[in-house]
């Protein structure tokens, strides 16, 4: 069984910063792109950030210059460096991996962890 545990939301202010951390675990052979996305209440989930297991990162625009996506394939982790943050980063991040359990290539998601960012 595999699980996406997340770690690092919580509450900040305006202009402040917050790292986000999520650890794969369970029966896993190999992980192929993780990500981050996030969803507000009454919006559908959008991609925040993703990194190929190359290392290879694609940015959303509004992503673009404040925050950092990385990931440490040994230890099967991915962490999002948010900067300058604002209320409309305030949603649910998700943690997203495609990887190998088994005999086939599944997308796990995390439970999600809220990001409050007051003005």
């Known amino acids: 069984q595999v699980q996406l545990v997340e770690s690092g939301g919580g509450l900040v202010q305006a202009g402040g910063s917050l790292r986000l951390s999520c650890a794969a675990s369970g029966s896993i052979i190999s992980i192929n792109n993780m990500g981050w996305y996030r969803q507000d209440p009454g919006k559908q989930r959008e991609m925040v950030a993703t990194i190929s297991s190359g290392g290879n990162t694609n940015y959303a625009n509004s992503a673009k210059g404040r925050f950092t996506v990385s990931r440490d394939n040994a230890k099967a982790t991915i962490d999002l460096q948010m900067n300058s943050l604002g209320p409309e980063d305030t949603a649910v991040y998700y943690c997203?991996?495609?990887?190998?359990?088994?005999?086939?290539?599944?997308?796990?998601w995390g439970q999600g962890t809220q990001v409050t960012v007051s003005s």
């Open positions: 997203y991996a495609r990887l190998l359990s088994g005999v086939w290539w599944n997308d796990y």
